[in-house]
T-cell receptor, first 108, second 115 residues
Framework: QKEVEQNSGPLSVPEGAIASLNCTYS??????FFWYRQYSGKSPELIMF????GDKEDGRFTAQLNKASQYVSLLIRDSQPSDSATYLC????????FGKGTRLHILP | DGGITQSPKYLFRKEGQNVTLSCEQN?????MYWYRQDPGQGLRLIYY???????QKGDIAEGYSVSREKKESFPLTVTSAQKNPTAFYLC??????????????FGPGTRLTVL
């Protein structure tokens, strides 16, 4: 079983719509959860982190964590073409483990 | 400006050569990390260091070596023993020594190509 799993995509979303990115993880003891955005040829940049069950909002971004179901999601409201990138989910227990990422394409 | 710098941005290596990738940070972070990323793949940990003069192997350390003589610097050497070194190499740092808490920040990366 993969430790951190993401749909590779591409996920195509019309401009202005909500993009929903999902990530599941296998270790129930995981404590910290991160979303990174990576543009093609660039390094990952941190978007959000979440530690507790529930929602965490930052501007157009909302991270949602459900530890019982072992998933974490990222919602992007009012999607913009500049949101087109690969989104990496990362999970920490004793060490950080990255998913392979979901490619998001915002359609103008 | 505070941040993480990596050099060079692009590096070409002939087979049989050792090359060293530079990583410097002025964030006063304790922990530093080296990752490798291959196309369509996630990040794989090569080495990490939580304190000066100490470092630990990650998941794919074979063919690589590191040093941590200064808090700010964590160079990675790709040796000739690494059979498939062409990849995008990312250095990261985090403030926390406790890896269960750390938020990692990445440098811009070095793209290594073997000729």
């Amino acid at each position: 079983q993969k430790e951190v799993e993401q749909n590779s995509g591409p996920l195509s979303v019309p401009e202005g719509a909500i993009a929903s990115l999902n990530c599941t993880y296998s270790d129930r003891g995981s404590q910290s959860f991160f979303w990174y955005r990576q543009y093609s040829g660039k390094s990952p940049e941190l978007i959000m982190f979440i530690y507790s069950n529930g929602d965490k909002e930052d501007g157009r971004f909302t991270a949602q964590l459900n530890k019982a179901s072992q998933y974490v999601s990222l919602l992007i409201r009012d999607s913009q073409p500049s949101d087109s990138a690969t989104y990496l989910c990362a999970v920490i227990r004793d060490k950080i483990i990255f998913g392979k990422g979901t490619r998001l394409h915002i359609l103008p | 400006d505070g941040g993480i710098t990596q050099s060079p941005k692009y590096l070409f290596r002939k087979e049989g050569q050792n090359v060293t990738l530079s990583c410097e940070q002025n964030l006063n972070h304790d922990a530093m990390y080296w990752y490798r990323q291959d196309p369509g793949q996630g990040l794989r940990l090569i080495y990490y260091s939580q304190i000066v003069n100490d470092f630990q192997k990650g998941d794919i350390a074979e063919g690589y070596s590191v040093s941590r003589e200064k808090k700010e610097s964590f160079p990675l050497t790709v040796t000739s023993a690494q059979k498939n070194p062409t990849a995008f190499y990312l250095c990261a740092s985090s403030a926390e020594r406790d890896r269960s808490l750390d938020t990692q920040y990445f440098g811009p990366g070095t793209r290594l190509t073997v000729l």
